[in-house]
């Protein structure tokens, strides 16, 4: 079992920046790897960014150059930097964990690009 605890949300202007966090906990040693989705209002989840365990990432075309994902093995945490926001990034972001047999996702945490 792996527990994943999202945060960091918030309510920021167009061109601001945020820094969500995942903290994982539980039987992280089977985490190959790790990584964000969002979902907006009235549209199906996408993916935004993950991370391997080597360190490989990867991320969305829509996200790419303004998005960084990074990990911290020491704190078991993993981070989005969101630089240059627009307002279609509003959503509720989530992390989720990939381990060998399952899928597990943290509980979500609202991000609002607004002026």
């Known amino acids: 079992q792996v527990q994943l605890v999202d945060s960091g949300g918030g309510l920021v202007q167009p061109g601001g920046s945020l820094r969500l966090s995942c903290a994982a906990s539980g039987s992280i040693f089977s985490i190959n790897v790790m990584g964000w989705y969002r979902q907006a209002p009235g549209k199906e989840r996408e993916f935004v960014a993950f991370i391997t365990s080597g360190g490989t990432t990867h991320y969305a075309d829509s996200v790419k150059g303004r998005f960084t994902i990074s990990r911290d093995n020491a704190k078991n945490t993993v981070y989005l930097q969101m630089n240059s926001l627009k307002p279609e990034d509003t959503a509720v972001y989530y992390c989720?964990?990939?381990?060998?047999?399952?899928?597990?996702w943290g509980q979500g945490t609202q991000v609002t690009v607004s002026s």
């Open positions: 989720r964990s990939n381990t060998a047999a399952y899928i597990y």
